[in-house]
């Protein structure tokens, strides 16, 4: 999300005149684009904040600005701290120093990329035990169905093949509009703009993901079947104090209503190991929930306080570094050979990719379900859908050869 606000607020600052530069030195004005969401990325933050404060000695006649998660309600606090910062404004906001007149309903970014983010819904409403997200961006805020299709259909007109739809938690995209529209409405919608190849989406949370997703998913030529649901734990009593509102039979029930509708869906999930007071028993079984349900990626992660969230005040961190690292590393191990025999099914089939550029002399893409496939050939395939045949597969990624450009 930040990426994607930050390639925004770029191509804005770009519409206005202004010009990118190779280096901070060289730049009149530098806009920081802040996140928070573990303290080590908070303390680059600060750390970089420290490095402009010589810079802006040795030329005061620089700009600085900080947007991101660091900027919330926090300002006065902020302005005390880094007084030689010139600007602070809200993720999302128009920088303070932009007349009325050049704020413009929708910025895009000016030379996007074939896949490009687009965010549907700022801030989030859930307030899971571990998670700084809400108290730094805010409740949620959904933008206007109608404003997300204009801007998808002008990203298509500049080349863009695919979008990914971001937000916390996209599954409560909408509530917060008149008419209440939610995701499987806007993909309706997008599903109609010619020239778009694929929508992505992402990320869901499983107690709010409705049947009526499952059935767009199913039945829109263009959603990828690319679920990304973050369990977290296979543990009901972790779930309960990480304050997620589901279980694991709900969770369960879930993947396989999702696997029964959703013709060839792959799914991805976040882990979070060592989380305060979890057992060695409630480690297990989130081990046991990931060998049973065999997920195509899981994204694990060792638990680490984050200061101003529920858990950093409520619970004591411990479980030890060195038992965190363990836990992870099975959960990888694991993770590795579920993955490699998930990919191992795909040796001599045909899958459709979406090139989207050259990596050490070779053409790379993802399939529809998010896989990397690297392919070699002379020709041209840049922004391509083609049909690749699988010769070599690892848990990271295909290899194979090119066999069909189906679509321009
Ligand atoms: S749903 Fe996601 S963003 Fe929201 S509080 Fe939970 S972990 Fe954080």
């Avoid at 680490?304 to 411990?318: K, L, M, Q, Y």
Wanted: overall charge neutral.
């Amino acid at each position: 999300m930040n990426k994607a606000e930050s390639e925004r607020l770029g191509s804005y600052l770009e519409q206005l005149g202004y010009q990118a530069t190779a280096t901070a030195e060289e730049a009149d004005l530098i806009v920081l684009n802040s996140c928070v969401v573990r303290q080590s990325a908070e303390n680059r933050v600060i750390n970089k904040l420290n490095a402009l404060k010589s810079l802006q000695m040795s030329n005061p006649g620089i700009t600085i600005a900080l947007t991101g998660c660091l900027v919330n309600s926090n300002i006065n606090q902020l302005r005390e701290n880094f007084p030689y910062v010139d600007y602070f404004f809200k993720p999302g906001d128009y920088p303070p120093w932009i007349e009325k007149q050049d704020k413009v309903g929708i910025i895009l970014p000016r030379h996007p990329s074939l896949s490009t983010f687009v965010t549907i819904i700022q801030g989030c409403d859930n307030f899971c035990s571990y998670c700084i997200v809400p108290y730094r961006r805010g409740q949620e805020r959904s933008r206007p169905l109608a404003e997300i299709v204009i801007e998808v259909k002008e990203l298509v007109r500049r080349g863009v093949k695919e979008v990914t739809l971001l937000g916390q938690n996209v599954d409560s995209y909408g509530h917060d509009l008149p008419n209440k529209p939610d995701l499987a409405d806007l993909l309706k919608e997008l599903n109609t703009i010619n020239g778009l190849a694929r929508i992505r989406f992402l990320t869901n949370h499983p107690k709010d993901m409705s049947s009526k997703l499952i059935e767009a998913i199913a039945y829109l030529d263009k959603v990828c079947e690319l679920i990304c649901l973050p369990v977290q734990s296979g543990d009901n009593d972790i779930l309960k104090v990480m304050r997620r509102d589901y279980t694991v039979e709900h969770y369960r029930q879930l993947v396989e209503q999702i696997r029964n509708k959703i013709a060839g869906v792959a799914l991805s999930t976040d882990v979070i190991v060592g989380f305060p007071s979890e057992s060695p028993h409630q480690f297990q079984q989130t081990v046991n929930l990931l060998s049973e349900l065999r997920f195509d990626t899981v994204h694990v992660a060792a638990y680490s306080p984050r200061p101003g969230t529920i858990a950093s005040s409520v619970f004591e961190d411990n479980i030890p570094l060195a038992e965190k690292r363990e836990r992870l590393h099975k959960i990888e191990q694991l993770q590795e050979s579920i993955a490699t025999e998930i990919n191992a099914q795909l040796l001599g089939k045909t899958v459709e990719v979406l090139v989207e550029g050259k990596k050490g002399g070779k053409w790379q893409g993802r399939t529809r379900d998010g896989k990397l496939v690297f392919f070699s050939d002379n020709n041209d395939y840049l922004g391509h859908l083609v049909k690749i045949r699988i010769e070599k597969t690892s848990p990271w990624s295909l290899q194979g050869k090119f066999e069909l450009n189906s679509i321009n």
